[in-house]
């Protein structure tokens, strides 16, 4: 079975600042890949950023990056310059890719301040 | 146009009665899943289907039903309903080939139950 534990049920930053939200996994696969998942109030669920497992180098989409530590099991989110339009729930999930399902975690409720 | 449609987007309907949620997609993937959200929790798998002859039940499937009518539509069901299937429930699909593996999701059902 694979888990995935967001531990900070909400975070709030100031407009402009950098905030992290941290996520852990559990698996015993070698093949999946990573996800973080925003979810705005339209309750859409909108692609953040994804990580393949298989790569060491951390996956970057402008504001957004994320800290991989395979070995950790830690996948966490940085949001750099945050904007009030960051506010959302963020889900953090992991694919496993041979069973093609993912796990997600409980979510991080993120409030941006102006 | 919306790639992945979920209809309806609201319902309210009464303990017994059954329930079909439709989703239909123009992505032209072979995988598709229902998710079920309720508050402070993540997305929990309900059931999945990776084609029209591949049924899979995810880690919550009692009390559903699903149908995969064709590669573009994949429909849920609740028999008897029961309070405590009142949630918000998603579709997604994915495609596992040329690498793409994120899941693009509707955008939800909101379903009370009394």
């Known amino acids: 079975a694979q888990t995935v534990t967001q531990s900070q049920p909400e975070m709030s930053v100031q407009e402009a600042e950098t905030v992290t939200l941290s996520c852990t996994y559990d698996?015993?696969?070698?093949?999946?890949?990573l996800f973080w998942y925003k979810q705005p109030p339209s309750r859409q669920m909108i692609l953040v950023i994804r990580?393949?497992?298989?790569?060491?180098q951390n996956a970057t989409e402008n504001r957004f990056s994320v800290n991989f530590q395979k070995a950790a099991k830690s996948f966490s989110l940085k949001i750099s310059d945050s904007q009030l339009g960051d506010t959302a729930m963020y889900f953090c999930?992991?694919?496993?890719?041979?069973?093609?399902?993912?796990?997600f975690g409980d979510g991080t409720t993120l409030t941006v301040k102006p | 146009d919306a790639d992945v449609t979920q209809t309806p987007r609201n319902r309210i309907t009464k303990t017994g009665k059954r329930i079909m949620l439709e989703c239909s997609q123009t992505?032209?993937?072979?995988?598709m899943y229902w998710y079920r959200q309720d508050p402070g929790l993540g997305l929990r798998l309900i059931y999945y289907?990776?084609?029209?002859?591949?049924?899979n039940k995810g880690e919550i499937s009692d009390g559903y039903s699903v149908s995969r009518q064709a590669q573009a539509k994949f429909s849920l069901s609740l028999e008897s309903a029961i309070p405590n299937q009142t949630a918000l429930y998603f579709c997604?699909?994915?495609?596992f080939g040329a690498g793409y593996n994120e899941q693009f999701f509707g955008p939800g059902t909101r379903l009370t139950v009394l």
């Open positions: 997604a699909t994915s495609d």
């Open positions: 698996t015993s696969e070698s093949n999946y890949y």
């Open positions: 990580q393949e497992a298989y790569k060491q």
């Open positions: 999930a992991l694919l496993n890719t041979n069973a093609g399902k993912s796990t």
């Open positions: 992505k032209g993937h072979d995988r």
């Open positions: 289907s990776f084609d029209v002859k591949d049924i």
